[in-house]
T-cell receptor, first 113, second 113 residues
Framework: GENVEQHPSTLSVQEGDSAVIKCTYS??????FPWYKQELGKRPQLIID?????GEKKDQRIAVTLNKTAKHFSLHITETQPEDSAVYFC????????????FGKGTKLSVKP | DAGITQSPRHKVTETGTPVTLRCHQT?????MYWYRQDPGHGLRLIHY???????DKGEVSDGYSVSRSKTEDFLLTLESATSSQTSVYFC????????????FGNGTRLTVT
């Protein structure tokens, strides 16, 4: 069925360390993989996305990698800062470009000063 | 930020009563979505709309109905609220379907007693 697995569910790092969150999907037609950040009490906000014709995308301290063969994608945050503390959600579109986004269950990232 | 307004922001209602949540957008986007967010479940799609009077079910549609009579408004109705529908409800909009970013509203916290 339609499912996006996300790991870990919680992640604690020291300020300045790197953080990696991984997601897997099952639909080979999926071609769009966004990542959302949700601060406590706020709405989810898009931080980066990647399409299936690209293997990696970077934006300053964040990067996303995609392995289509293995059907998994990852979010990498380098030089973490306390303001990176939030819940992060991955998503994938099921059924390709005409499908809807299915979200992972989220990763709560805590960055300790 | 995308122009999305959800109302009300908070609501407490009793079991068995009907409840309607409103989402209003000023972006003239074709696609509108209703998600619910619960601890341990992430964001789950309830219903979505791909145009005026064009709607379809998501993964958790039982007990919910929607209507879209104008491009800018998407209503979610709980026909007879139950305690299991206590949740935070997010509206989202998109310029395209599955391969386009979602922009979320600020959410409605609904408590069914």
């Amino acid at each position: 069925g339609e499912n996006v697995e996300q790991h870990p569910s919680t992640l604690s790092v020291q300020e300045g360390d790197s953080a990696v969150i991984k997601c897997t999907y099952s639909d080979s037609a999926s071609n769009y993989f966004p990542w959302y950040k949700q601060e406590l009490g706020k709405r989810p906000q898009l931080i980066i996305d990647i399409r299936s014709n690209v293997g990696e995308k970077k934006d300053q301290r964040i990067a996303v990698t995609l392995n289509k063969t293995a059907k998994h994608f990852s979010l990498h945050i380098t030089e973490t800062q306390p303001e990176d503390s939030a819940v992060y959600f991955c998503a994938a579109n099921y059924g390709g470009s005409q499908g809807n986004l299915i979200f992972g269950k989220g990763t709560k990232l805590s960055v300790k000063p | 930020d995308a122009g999305i307004t959800q109302s009300p922001r908070h609501k407490v209602t009793e079991t068995g009563t009907p409840v309607t949540l409103r989402c209003h957008q000023t972006e003239n986007h074709r696609y509108m979505y209703w998600y619910r967010q619960d601890p341990g479940h992430g964001l789950r799609l309830i219903h979505y709309s791909y145009g005026v009077k064009d709607t379809d079910k998501g993964e958790v549609s039982d007990g919910y109905s929607v209507s879209r009579s104008k491009t800018e408004d998407f209503l979610l109705t709980l026909e007879s609220a139950t305690s299991s529908q206590t949740s935070v409800y997010f509206c989202a909009i998109s310029g395209g379907q599955g391969a386009s970013p979602l922009h979320f509203g600020n959410g409605t916290r609904l408590t069914v007693t």
